[in-house]
């Protein structure tokens, strides 16, 4: 998250308001990619400017950005952070190292 949202306080007083600037998960044995899916459009509807959500089976990844749009990347492919995570790239395969 940006700075300048950084919560400063403790307890109750230290929760962020809103959603972070970037959110990752990753499918697994807990969730499904549908049920984390929804909740990518849950953090971009809180505030959310992107997020990520690794598929490490086929080893993909899904890009959501406000206001619903999806991008999804092969293995070989290269993701950048736009302007939310700027001068970072990587192949998508290199996320599952």
């Known amino acids: 998250m940006r700075?300048?949202?950084e919560p400063q306080?403790?307890?109750a007083d230290g929760w962020l308001e809103g959603a972070p600037d970037v959110a990752v998960e990753v499918i697994g044995d807990s969730q499904s990619a549908s049920e984390l899916a929804k909740k990518a459009l849950e953090y971009l509807a809180a505030g959310a400017r992107?997020?990520?959500v690794l598929d490490p089976e086929p080893a993909r990844l899904?890009?959501?950005t406000p206001p619903n749009?999806?991008?999804v990347l092969?293995?070989?492919e290269l993701v950048d952070?736009?302007?939310v995570l700027p001068g970072f790239s990587c192949k998508v395969a290199d996320?599952?190292?």
């Open 74 to 76: 092969g293995r070989d």
């Open 81 to 83: 952070g736009g302007d």
């Open 50 to 52: 992107m997020v990520w």
């Open 95 to 97: 996320l599952f190292e």
């Open 69 to 71: 749009h999806l991008r």
């Open 62 to 64: 899904m890009v959501f």
């Open 3 to 5: 700075a300048e949202r």
């Open 9 to 11: 306080g403790r307890g």
